[in-house]
């Protein structure tokens, strides 16, 4: 979207191997969500933070408003992380999305 | 049980057809939003409401309509489909405090493909 700039577009792990998405505002948020869409085309609500980081299992995401931008770390990959990885940007009554990061995790 | 429910999961229509999505949360929040989602896209916001009766406009509003009967439900009205609306439609709500809203919770999604 145009407020939000989400990368890698498209990633490709190894089991037990991890990465980091990002995703850049143009706009101050006051907080982000992570989501991961599932192969049932279920949106599953990841993470939501206003500041600091949150961790969950193998998964710890960042926010930094001042900055701009908040990161989602994967480490310890496994077959049923795949799928597509969104960040969305809340700004007052509104949130705008990233166009995702498509994870591929590969044995 | 699941909070944002929608129905139906999967629907075919023809061109010019006439079409309902529903959506339903159980949540007690203020905020229902209607978005669409395509392949290389995020969601893109159709409609959204902040209580029973009342109407926003998104990004995407064109070919929609949108009503919100009640604090728990939330329908998208497509009046003459195009295939251009083929995608997967992503029914959400969330509190709200002072104009700010806060988490979204999302429905399950809804398939549609138009002929």
């Known amino acids: 979207g145009d407020q939000v700039e989400q990368s890698p577009s498209a990633l490709s792990l190894h089991e037990g191997t991890g990465s980091a998405l990002r995703c850049n505002f143009t706009?101050?948020?006051?907080?982000v969500q992570w989501f991961r869409k599932n192969s049932r085309g279920s949106l599953i609500n990841l993470f939501y933070l206003a500041s600091g980081t949150k961790e969950n299992g193998r998964l710890k995401s960042a926010f930094d408003s001042k900055e701009r931008y908040s990161t989602l770390h994967i480490r310890d990959a496994q077959l049923e992380d795949s799928g597509t990885y969104f960040c969305?940007?809340?700004?007052?009554?509104?949130?705008?999305f990233g166009d995702g990061t498509q994870l591929v995790v590969k044995p | 049980e699941a909070a944002v429910t929608q129905s139906p999961r999967n629907k075919v229509t023809v061109t010019g057809g006439n079409v309902t999505l529903s959506c339903r949360q159980t949540?007690?929040?203020?905020?229902m939003y209607w978005y669409r989602q395509d392949t290389g896209h995020g969601l893109r916001l159709i409609h959204y409401s902040y209580g029973a009766g009342n109407l926003q406009i998104g990004d995407v509003p064109d070919g929609y309509k949108a009503t919100r009967t009640t604090q728990e439900d939330f329908f998208l009205l497509l009046e003459l489909a195009s295939p251009s609306q083929t995608s997967l439609y992503f029914c959400?709500?969330?509190?709200?405090?002072?104009?700010?809203?806060?988490?979204?919770?999302f429905g399950p999604g809804t398939r549609l493909t138009v002929l």
């Open positions: 969305a940007g809340n700004s007052n009554n509104r949130i705008f």
């Open positions: 706009t101050t948020m006051r907080a």
């Open positions: 949540n007690s929040h203020n905020y």
């Open positions: 959400a709500s969330s509190d709200a405090l002072g104009g700010v809203s806060y988490e979204q919770y």
